[in-house]
């Protein structure tokens, strides 16, 4: 089976980028191993003032009005962090340890900034998330504290500029084994990322569309709208089930400012 590497350029704190989770959760169903996906690190931020703070607020609300991802913005109002680069350095340091470990650490650091309005701009609250994503934590902490993890963000933020100018975020590339690229820039509907994935060679693995639980048990937590795009079904389906499915005690809601994430009990 031919494999198409993946290049996902993106931040942890990137709100474009948490609004395409759905699509991209899709997209490593459907084609399964065909898809290697590598995570880029762009580096949102490297610094974060005050009057930048409300634009970030309106930036999230409208990136959850779009998408129908829940979000928390009151992070900016509360508990604002001062810079990504931080927690871009600590996906890096993940990376060391896996792929599949950089994506459950990724996921981890969306949903604490996002969702959970976590200060996550420090190496303690960075190390304190790695438990939770089974990242070996001592082999974290110690990847996190090196300058190799330095300079490997230097050459993430090196790969992001192109022609004198920083990609987007996200930036979606798919490399087949003839050596083409297929580059989507920013934000884009599923169906342009299944194409470009066709495109580089990729096959789809035939799997059918996911039950909510078994979606959960693959992924971890999800959220609504990434039930909906899994299973393929409309979304006041999708609602009645999950909720009926919580009341039987079978999936545990957890509830964010606008929507709610999914988990087993």
Known sequence: ?????????????????????????????????????????????????????????????????????????????????????????????????????????????????????????????????????????DRFEIDLRSHAIVEAFGADLEATRQEGESLPLPTLAFAGEGGGIHELRGAQPYDAYREAALAAGAEPAGEPPLEPPAAIERFGRCATREIEVLTGRPRPVVEAELWGLARDWRLKPVPVLTGTLWELP
């Open 1 to 137: 089976m031919m494999t198409v590497e993946l290049r996902i350029f993106t931040d942890p704190a990137c709100e474009a980028s948490w609004a395409i989770e759905p699509s991209l959760r899709r997209l490593q169903w459907e084609f399964g191993e065909a898809l290697s996906v590598a995570f880029v690190m762009g580096g949102l931020a490297r610094t974060i003032e005050p009057p930048e703070r409300a634009g970030r607020v309106a930036a999230w609300l409208e990136a959850a009005a779009s998408s129908q991802m829940p979000c928390d913005p009151r992070l900016w109002l509360q508990n604002p962090i001062s810079s990504t680069y931080p927690a871009c350095q600590a996906l890096i340091a993940a990376r060391e340890q896996g792929g599949e470990a950089a994506g459950r650490y990724l996921r981890r650091l969306r949903e604490g900034l996002l969702c959970e309005r976590k200060r996550l701009d420090h190496a303690e609250a960075l190390v304190a998330e790695a438990g939770a994503a089974g990242l070996d934590v």
